[in-house]
């Protein structure tokens, strides 16, 4: 499988030919035979929504865990906030993707993680304006996999049930660790979780040297574009073409 919206909805296809109920973290245990699809997002906004819209696009509902502390994006910003509105107007949920790495005095101390992860989920609540009940974590340590993390009013897709009670897939770094049609059409699985990052999700397929590239590319005509709405005359200063 690529990683084209086409290749997407190709098993989309296979998972509803094979008669799997696409359900999520809440529903699954009404279903003898499901799939959650969980989608990670920690590097752009925007490449999360056209996923979203592709899915509404397919009937299909599914749970975006956003990264609140990436370096790349403002969660408060108005332009960020609309973009969180239109994912979740598509019919999705929206979860707390978390960085354990961002406390390092959390190390090791799931208890101290537990209570950073109860901090960030009131505040991107504060931004949907909406409870925020699932969470996902970002690159996390053995340690915190280990432990299975029972955080209040909050639903881990990292406990121990959605990955034992479930076959997992995951695309992270842009690889497949095994084959996901092949494991779908087996029909092998009664539950699957699938994890899917939507950043390397394109109309057409790139590859990973050429997207990675594309994207820190497209940084400087963003940045300039910012930098326009909040310098009076950037133009004078800074022609646009020069930074291209
Ligand atoms: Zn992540």
Redesign the pocket.
């Known amino acids: 499988m690529d990683f084209s919206y086409k290749d997407y909805k190709a098993l989309i296809y296979a998972l509803n030919q094979t008669g799997y109920v696409i359900c999520d973290y809440d529903s699954w245990c009404n279903f003898d035979r499901c799939v959650i699809l969980r989608h990670?997002v920690?590097i752009n906004l925007d490449t999360a929504l056209d996923f979203a819209r592709i899915e509404e696009n397919l009937g299909v509902k599914s749970t975006y865990f956003i990264?609140l502390t990436s370096d790349f994006y403002n969660l408060f910003s108005a332009k960020s906030r609309a973009i969180l509105q239109s994912v979740l107007n598509c019919g999705h949920e929206i979860g707390l993707?978390f960085d354990e790495t961002q406390y390092p005095e959390t190390i090791g101390k799931p208890d101290m993680v537990t209570s950073k992860i109860t901090e960030e989920a009131a505040a991107l609540s504060t931004i949907l304006q909406l409870p925020v009940t699932k969470v996902s974590m970002?690159?996390p340590s053995k340690e915190i996999l280990k432990a299975d993390m029972k955080i209040p009013g909050m639903i881990n897709s990292y406990g121990k049930t959605f990955f034992n009670e479930f076959k997992y897939l995951s695309d992270s770094r842009r690889r497949w660790r095994e084959q996901v049609m092949d494991i779908v059409n087996s029909g092998e699985y009664d539950r699957l979780h699938i994890l899917t990052h939507p950043f390397w999700y394109l109309e057409a397929s790139k590859g990973l040297h050429e997207r990675l590239k594309e994207f820190v590319s497209n940084g400087n005509p963003e940045r300039w574009d910012i930098l326009d709405n909040n310098f009076t005359e950037l133009p004078k200063e800074l022609a646009k073409d020069e930074i291209l």
């Open positions: 990670d920690d990264l993707h970002h690159r």
